[in-house]
């Protein structure tokens, strides 16, 4: 995708040039969007918008595939199958494995706070670890396996 475009461009490697996806409109701003690539398909979430969607480069199409609260800084990652959704008020959403349409709340109580507002998120082994908020600026772990959060240290 092109920033500043509300359409969905494909890059074509054997022409070395852009190309517009023929029957994708999209009516959200697609700049400023967070991406993952998941199971074939480009996994959007766009500023502002109150879903993510799946765009499937093979069929031309996108779908909406999780529907959320307005927001400005939803973050995806895709690790083990899975795709995690994290947003801004905390709430993490991972799919089911190999599923992108089907959710389950993970937890109500992630929240980062990065350097001039944007999250730092990463996904290792069986754990997101993030940069956090409430106490200064500190680093957590968020394991998947037991859902439980642990605080690791103070950053500054």
Known sequence: MKPGLRTIEIYDLNRNRWKQAASIKIRDP???SILAA??????IAPHGSSSVKAFDPFCNSASKILKLKPNYGTFLLAANDKLYCI???GYAYESLPRDCTQWMCISK???AKG?????MYSLYNDSIYFVGVPHCISLYEFNLKTRSMTF?????
């Open 109 to 111: 109580t992630i929240i």
């Open 152 to 156: 690791i240290d103070h950053l500054y």
């Open 38 to 43: 998941f199971e074939g398909k480009i996994i």
């Open 87 to 89: 947003q801004p008020e």
């Open 30 to 32: 697609y700049y400023d």
């Open 115 to 119: 350097i001039y507002g944007l999250p």
